[in-house]
C-alpha cells in the first residue's frame, strides 16, 4: 500500500510568514491528493482537492501544487486563525490513506 | 445541504463489537456516486481511515482493520453503518463519517462521536 509522508511534524512561525507543508506518497498518485484542516476540537475540512484546487469558501492565502509523489500546501501569509493541524490524503485508490499530520503553530 | 450524523453506544465492553450509524440528511445515500466514508481518530492523533462503501458498490477497507470492519448502507433509512468487532482499549476513538465524492475529496463530515472501549 502507498504510504504519505508529511513534513515537517511541526512548526511554529509568526503572523505573515510564508508556510510551507510537504506530502510525499511512496508511489505515484497523479493528482488525487487532498490537504485537510483541523482545528483543535473541530471536524476537519477541506481546503484543497486534485493537488491544487482550492475548496469554495477557502482563503485564497492557501495553496496546492505537485504531482506524481512530491506535493506542497502552502499558506501565504498565516493568520492566528490557521492555527491547526493540517492532513494531506490520497484519494486515487483503496486505502485513501492520510498523512501523519502537520501542526502549525504561532511563534 | 448534506448533513451527517453519527449516533451509537459511547461505550462499548473489550471484545464486543462497536456499532455505529451515521444518518444522512439532505441527499440520499443512493444517489450520485459517492464513497461513504468512516474515519477515526484515536485521541490526541492523527486521522486514519478505516474503510467506504461506494454508492451501489463494494466496500473496501483499511487492511489493518479489514479482518475486523464492516461497512454497510440501509437505503430505506438514508443510513451508513459501521461495525467493529473484538474491540479492545486501541479501538478508543473519535469515529467520523464523512462523504467522498471521487474527484473532490471529502467534502462532508459528520461531527464526529467517541466511543470509549472499557469494562
Known amino acids: 500500500d502507498i504510504q504519505m509522508t508529511q513534513s515537517p511534524s511541526s512548526l511554529s512561525a509568526s503572523v505573515g510568514d510564508r508556510v510551507t507543508i510537504t506530502c510525499r506518497a511512496s508511489q505515484g498518485i497523479s493528482n488525487y491528493l487532498a490537504w485537510y484542516q483541523q482545528k483543535p476540537g473541530k471536524v476537519p475540512k477541506l481546503l484543497i482537492y486534485g493537488a491544487s484546487t482550492l475548496q469554495s469558501g477557502v482563503p485564497s492565502r492557501f495553496g496546492g501544487s505537485g504531482s506524481g509523489t512530491d506535493f506542497t500546501l502552502t499558506i501565504s501569509s498565516l493568520q492566528s486563525e490557521d492555527i491547526a493541524t493540517y492532513y494531506c490524503?490520497?484519494?486515487?485508490?483503496?486505502?485513501?490513506?492520510f498523512g501523519q499530520g502537520t501542526k502549525v503553530e504561532i511563534k | 445541504q448534506v448533513q451527517l450524523q453519527e449516533s451509537g453506544p459511547g461505550l462499548v465492553k473489550p471484545s464486543q463489537t462497536l456499532s455505529l450509524t451515521c444518518t444522512v440528511s439532505?441527499?440520499?445515500?443512493?444517489?450520485?456516486?459517492?464513497?461513504w466514508t468512516w474515519i477515526r481518530q484515536h485521541p490526541g492523533k492523527g486521522l486514519e481511515w478505516i474503510g467506504y462503501i461506494f454508492t451501489g458498490g463494494s466496500a473496501y477497507y483499511s487492511p489493518s482493520l479489514k479482518s475486523r470492519a464492516t461497512i454497510s448502507v440501509d437505503t430505506s433509512k438514508n443510513q451508513l453503518s459501521l461495525r467493529l468487532s473484538s474491540v479492545t482499549a486501541a479501538d478508543t476513538a473519535v469515529y467520523y463519517c464523512?462523504?467522498?465524492?471521487?474527484?473532490?475529496?471529502?467534502?462532508?463530515w459528520g461531527q464526529g462521536m467517541l466511543v470509549t472501549v472499557s469494562s
Open positions: 490524503q490520497k484519494y486515487d485508490r483503496a486505502p485513501r490513506t
Open positions: 439532505g441527499g440520499s445515500i443512493s444517489g450520485g456516486s459517492f464513497y
Open positions: 464523512a462523504r467522498e465524492s471521487g474527484n473532490y475529496a471529502i467534502d462532508y
